[in-house]
Every structure is written in C-alpha cells, then in structure tokens.
C-alpha cells in the first residue's frame, strides 16, 4: 500500500526558510517521478515541483531559483528546501507520487509566512 507523510510545516516570516519532508513506502521510491503541490483555500492544487527517476527536476515559475526539490533514496524521503519565503507562498503542500500509472497523495502540510 503506497503512503506518502509529508511534515515540516509551520509559520515563518518573510524572507525565511523553511524545509519539507515527504517519506515515501509502499513502492520502490526512486523510481517513479515525484511531485510537491500546493493549495490555497478555494482554489485547486498549484504544481510547485518535480523530480523524476533520473533526478531531473522542474519548477513552477513563482518559486524557481527559490525552492529545490531533492530526495533521499535511502531514507525513502523526498524533500522541499523553500528559501526566501514570501507570503504568497503560504498554502497548504502536498507531495505525490505515479506509481504504477496511480497518483497518491500525501495528507497535506500547511505552511504560513506572515509578519
């Protein structure tokens, strides 16, 4: 059963950085690409960014040169280091994962930055 948990959440203030984990099981992490989204209240699911089984990434155009995705094979964890934070960065982040041609999502960490 594939599950994916992100954590590392919480309120920061601009210009901060701040650094999310989503720890993957149930599938052979690595092999399959790797998504962080995210959601603001009334609106639908922003891609933010991407990593896939060779380790090419991509970014979302509002937080390229800000945010890089990695991920630790070993500790089955795919990361989100966010720095320059600005308040249109807070919503709530998901990860996802393609296995096997079935998204999964992970239960959201919400991120806040605020005076």
């Known amino acids: 059963q594939v599950q994916l948990v992100e954590s590392g959440g919480g309120s920061v203030q601009p210009g901060d950085s701040l650094t999310l984990s989503c720890v993957g099981s149930?599938?052979?992490?690595?092999?399959?690409?790797m998504f962080w989204y995210r959601q603001v209240p009334g609106k639908g699911r922003e891609f933010v960014a991407e990593?896939?089984?060779?380790?090419?990434?991509r970014y979302a155009d509002s937080v390229n040169g800000r945010f890089v995705i990695s991920r630790d094979i070993d500790r089955k964890t795919m990361f989100l280091q966010m720095n320059n934070l600005k308040p249109d960065d807070t919503a709530v982040y998901y990860c996802?994962?393609?296995?096997?041609?079935?998204?999964?999502w992970g239960q959201g960490t919400q991120v806040t930055v605020s005076e």
């Open positions: 996802r994962a393609n296995v096997d041609m079935q998204t999964y």
């Open positions: 149930g599938f052979r992490f690595g092999h399959y690409i």
């Open positions: 990593i896939t089984s060779l380790d090419g990434t």
